[in-house]
Each structure stands twice: as structure tokens, then as C-alpha cells.
């Protein structure tokens, strides 16, 4: 599979309602790319600092992942803080340190330029477009994006949706870049920025993907036990983009299935912290749970 990923790799210190984890493993593209992992090479870019510990550099690529796209730089890794509200669905973002990924300069390796399938995962539109430009002849690429920088970068963030094939969003972000309360009618408003795909996240409440060709409504996988919901939007791309890129196919019914392969990678990522227990899993794990969610949304 052709697939490559841009985004951040971090330390993240997380409160949630019953516990609490400093400097834990986390990072849009880090998650993205451990949920991908299952279903073929994804190729890892960002940056971390000489502060990285070695071994988890090690445990990406004993995953299978390229990280050759893996800059180490000076200084101190990106880090990120928050805190969840016993509903799980409300995140406060106590802190974020850019450090390294300030001066980020993406370089992309020849494998990487070479890639079909693209994620831009969460970081600043400037990072994500520089990232995308050196892409030689992508056939198909998801954005997304955050809060913060629809709050501070939206001109930026508009000019890279127009270059995008699809982007996903939660849906504070969907109300918030467009000013919707409904969330049909905000994707059908982003759909007008340029892309042709939008898959809006809705947390424990599921989610849908809206273009011209097709329409898909899923709820999520009823996890019984929630742990830390960190991450869950990158690991539900990570799953929907992995498959698509191992299936080489954006016909309506690969991206069906994918949403239910993203569906099932965001479950098993809030079960732990970090990615204890996405990092464990293995493709007979995600197949049989897949199986289960076709099940018990059957008639
Ligand atoms: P998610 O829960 O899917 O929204 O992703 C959470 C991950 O995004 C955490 O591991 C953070 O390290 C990372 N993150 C938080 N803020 C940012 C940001 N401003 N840019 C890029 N990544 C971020």
C-alpha cells in the first residue's frame, strides 16, 4: 500500500475522570499511523526531539511503520495537555507546546513523494500544504484539522481545503468552520470549500461521510469500558484510511466499509491509554470486530 502520513508526534499529559497519565505517547500522525499499521506500510512524517525516547521510535517501526519521514531535531518534543469532563465528549486543552514542530520543515523522502494515498493529519494548514506539495501525483488526499487553527489559521485552512479530496471533522469543528448548527447542512457547506468527501466524527454518537455520490451514516462501536478518548480521530482515519489505501479503491462502497474499519481502530484506541491498546492490536483483532459491527448493524 502507498499511504504516508503528515502530522505530529508528542508526549501528551491526560486527565481523565478516574486517572490521570504524564508524557504518554501520543501525536495526530503517531496515532494515525499505529491504527494504519494493521492493514499495510504507512510512512510516517513529522519531527520529534532529541528528548524521543529510542524505543518508542523502535516500537513504530516494529509495527511495520516506515520512519525513515521522521525528523529528529534539537530541542524538546511537541507536547500537548488535557483534561475530559465526566462526559467524555467535553476536551479543555490545558497546554500546547509546539517546540520542535515550531520550525517544522517537512522533507518529504522519495517514498514518500511517491505515495498514492496521503493523510494530513492535525497540524498547522501551512505544515500541511508544504507536506502536500511534494506529493508528485497523489490520487487521493484527506485532511484534517482542529479548533485552534480553524480559530487562527481559517484563510490558510480554507486554502488547503480547496486542495483536498476529503477532510474529517468533529463536530464542534464542523459548526464552528461553518457556522451551522445542523450538521448535514455544515457538511454540505464544506463540501462547497472543495472537497469532494466530508466525514464528520460525532464521538460516541458515530459518524457519517457525506460527497455528491455517496451518503453513510454509522454509530460507533458500544465500548463498554471508555479509557481515554485521546487520539480516537486520528485512529478512525487511520482505520478508514489504511483500508482504502491496502483496497487501492475510492469507489462509494470501499469508503463504506471504511468507515467501518475507522469505526472499529476508534474503539479499540479508547480503550486505553495512549495507544496501549491500539498498539497491541493485530488484523485479526480489527477483522473480527469488524465482523461484529456489520452484525450488529444489520437488519
Ligand atoms: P484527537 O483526540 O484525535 O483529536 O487527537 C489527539 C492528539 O492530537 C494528541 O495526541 C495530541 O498530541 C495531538 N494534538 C493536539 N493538539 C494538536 C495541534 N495543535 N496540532 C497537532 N496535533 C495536536
Known sequence: MSLVVIGTLAYDSIETPYDRRADALGGSALYFSVAAANFGVVRLVGVVGDD???????????????????????????????????????RHTLDTQLNVFEHFDPKLTPACRDASFVFLANAEPRVQMKALGQVQNPSFVVADTMNLWIDIRKDDLLELLARVDGVVLNDEEARMLTGEKNLIRAARKVLTFGPRYVILKKGEHGAFLIGEDAHFSLPAYPVDQVVDPTGAGDCFAGGFMGYVA????????????????????????????????IGKRTRSDVESRFNELLDITSV
Open 246 to 277: 491496502s483496497a487501492q479503491s475510492i469507489e462509494p462502497r470501499t469508503l463504506r466499509r471504511a468507515m467501518l474499519y475507522g469505526t472499529v481502530t476508534a474503539s479499540f484506541c479508547v480503550q486505553g491509554f495512549s495507544i496501549e491498546d
Open 52 to 90: 524521543f525516547k529510542t524505543p518508542d521510535l523502535e516500537g513504530l517501526a516494529n509495527r511495520g511503520i516506515d520512519i525513515r519521514g521522521v525528523e529528529i531535531a534539537n530541542g524538546k518534543t511537541f507536547r500537548w495537555s488535557g483534561r475530559y469532563e465526566a462526559d467524555w465528549n467535553t
